[in-house]
């Protein structure tokens, strides 16, 4: 302690000694312990024996003597009695020095920093740890929800919109339970379907149809109809369930609906026949409005969300005795929709399950705004498609068209005397497209 | 007589992995569940009979690191042997393991070593794959998965130890 003043050289070798409880031993090169002393006692090394084998008894010098290097440095060392010591051995000569410096209270108070520390990161270690299992949990459920989601899009394929809709936002529950409610019902048939068909092989009937209805459902969503089931060729439609605008929305957007598939039918026909199809799709439709049992029929192991009761029964009633190409509403229909339709009775029927007797009405053409009849004319056979909407005429076009069909005309009766048809088609054959 | 052997044999791995668990599990046969750092070095006695000799296993528990660039090299001085230890629940103290095995043999050449992927009871929280182990195995390590907490692996890893370094 060169430059130190004498006196307080001796203080530091006392606070030294005593505050750090120093003790030393000497180790000569036999490794004998030679020489021991300090504070001996607070390392638990008071009983150390001088001339025996010195790593015996301090076991914590095992592969530190002989010495590598010197001097050797170890802090903070914890011994058997629970003090901590830096230790610090240095070579003098053939012996070497080992001194120990007790550490405890700055031990204990790194630990309680560190262990601050670690615990710190332990928590961040498990919060990453989570955030992974909770990301890899959200990816297991994306993936499933892909399923399902895969899987409902293929059932709802089988399923109205509407009914899909309200089951899956879970309005509906899935179980066995009906209602009474005011409907609008359809029932449309293919006249002569089997024998319309017959000459064609089954995938082209089945093509056919799936078009057909394609188209025809296509235009029941269109106007907010439930398309409630396909019976071979016949198609079951309701308005009222489960959305309704009312009992006379439900029953206009019913009629607005039929009058639109008999224009896209005709549109269909002219397609088809440029295909090779000889024969039209002639459709039958009927139309009733009254209270029925709407909701899930069957078991619990298969059910169908339908409609049923006497006045479902009167609308596939009312389609039979249409003539193809014909609308047949009964007048509880036609009293909600004769501002936009024109119709005409038909001979009261009786009908099984209704009380009363029962008036249909055919349609005939659809009413304009200011009540006026507008008849649309369309007629499809061998060598002719023919169908005009007036309404939808460019006014343009309007002499074109004049021309065109009084060369029709003329053309027509050049052929008359050879071999006019033995039957012009009256007009009650013709469809109106209505 | 049989002949009385000491080693100084030191834990090595990253911290709260387990290794001053092992210590007590190994020379006390308990397991206490709280955690406190290892602060320097702590050092342990354990006395092994393999029949033929008796070692004496002088334990150095380092203070486990989370950075390995700051672990005291020089307190592998004069070690026969080393106990690797990881936390099979917490794959990055393996590569905490590992690298400090790269780095003792850089410094001290191949000593015998034993890896330990402890906590082996928390199946729940496991990590490490059975083709990890595998693969490790394959690359000429001892390891063992262990548990402080059953006892699971301490013993023969230290006896393994035991036997290698004291031959």
Redesign the interface.
């Given at each position: 302690m060169q430059g130190v003043p004498a006196s307080l050289a001796e203080r530091l070798q006392e606070l030294t000694y005593d505050e750090r409880a120093v003790a030393y031993l000497q180790v000569d090169a036999a490794l004998i312990l030679i020489d021991a002393g300090g504070h001996l006692d607070n390392y638990g090394l008071a009983s150390v024996r001088l001339g025996e084998p010195a790593?015996?008894q301090a076991?914590?010098l095992?592969?530190?003597l002989p010495l590598?290097?010197s001097p050797?440095?170890?802090?903070?060392?914890?011994?058997?009695c629970g003090r901590?010591a830096d230790l610090h051995l240095h070579q003098d000569g053939d012996t070497a020095w080992v001194v120990l410096f007790d550490v405890t209270e700055q031990?204990d108070a790194?630990?309680r920093l560190?262990?601050k520390?670690?615990?710190m990161?332990?928590l961040q270690?498990k919060e990453a740890?989570l955030n992974r299992r909770l990301a890899d949990m959200n990816r297991e459920l994306e993936a499933s929800n892909d399923f399902l989601a895969r899987i409902s899009s293929k059932i709802s394929h089988y399923l109205a919109p509407q009914i899909y809709k309200s089951i899956f936002s879970g309005q509906k529950d899935v179980t066995i339970h009906t209602e009474r409610k005011e409907l609008t019902i359809f029932f449309s048939d293919i006249k002569d379907f089997t024998s319309t068909t017959e000459h064609l092989q089954p995938e082209e009937i089945t093509l056919l149809l799936n078009e057909y209805f394609t188209e025809m459902s296509g235009v029941a969503l269109k106007h907010g109809g439930t398309v409630d089931k396909f019976i071979g060729d016949a198609l079951v439609i309701f308005f009222g369930d489960p959305e309704t605008k009312g009992t006379v929305e439900d029953a206009r957007a019913c009629l607005n609906m039929a009058t639109e598939m008999q224009r896209r039918l005709a549109e269909l026909n002219v397609k088809w026949r440029s295909a090779g199809t000889e024969q039209p799709f002639r459709v039958r439709m009927g139309v009733n409005t009254g209270f029925c049992n709407v909701g899930n029929f069957g078991s619990v192991h298969r059910m169908d969300y339908t409609a049923i009761g006497a006045e479902v029964n009167l609308a596939a009633r009312l389609q039979s005795i249409a003539e193809p190409g014909h609308i047949v509403i009964s007048y509880d229909t036609y009293v909600l929709v004769r501002d936009i339709v024109a119709a005409r009775a038909l001979p009261e029927i009786s009908v099984k399950g209704i009380g009363r007797m029962v008036v249909p009405y055919v349609v005939e053409g659809v009413l304009d705004e200011a009540g006026r009849k507008i008849e649309i004319f369309s007629e499809h056979m061998t060598g002719l498609d023919f169908y005009l909407d007036p309404r939808a005429i460019d006014a343009t076009a309007i002499e074109r068209i004049r021309a065109t069909l009084r060369n029709a005309i003329a053309a027509l009766e050049g052929r008359g005397g050879e071999d006019a048809p033995a039957e012009v088609a009256r007009p009650d054959q013709m469809d109106p497209g209505l | 007589m049989t002949a009385m052997l000491q080693r100084k044999i030191c834990m090595l791995g990253g911290f709260s992995v387990g290794k001053t668990s092992l210590v007590k599990r190994y020379v006390q046969s308990v397991f206490s569940e709280a955690y406190l750092t290892t602060v320097g070095v702590k050092i342990d006695k354990k006395t092994v009979d393999l029949s033929d000799r008796i070692v004496n296993l002088i334990l150095w528990d380092l203070a486990g690191e989370d950075d390995i660039n700051s672990f005291r090299m020089t307190n592998m001085r004069g070690a026969a042997g080393y106990v690797l230890v990881a936390d099979g629940t917490r794959p990055s103290t393996l590569d905490v393991a590992l690298s400090l095995r790269q780095r003792v043999e850089a410094e001290y050449g191949p000593l015998p070593f034993v890896l330990l992927l402890n906590k082996s009871d928390l199946k729940e929280q496991w990590a490490i794959s059975d083709a990890e182990l595998e693969g490790l195995r394959q690359n000429g390590l001892w390891v063992q998965p262990s548990s402080a907490r059953t006892g699971e692996g301490v013993e023969d890893a230290f006896k393994d130890l035991a036997i290698r370094a004291s031959s």
């Open positions: 790593v015996e076991f914590f095992e592969g530190l590598v290097e050797y440095f170890v802090p903070s060392i914890e011994l058997d901590a031990r790194t630990r560190q262990q520390a670690y615990d990161t332990l270690e740890e | -």
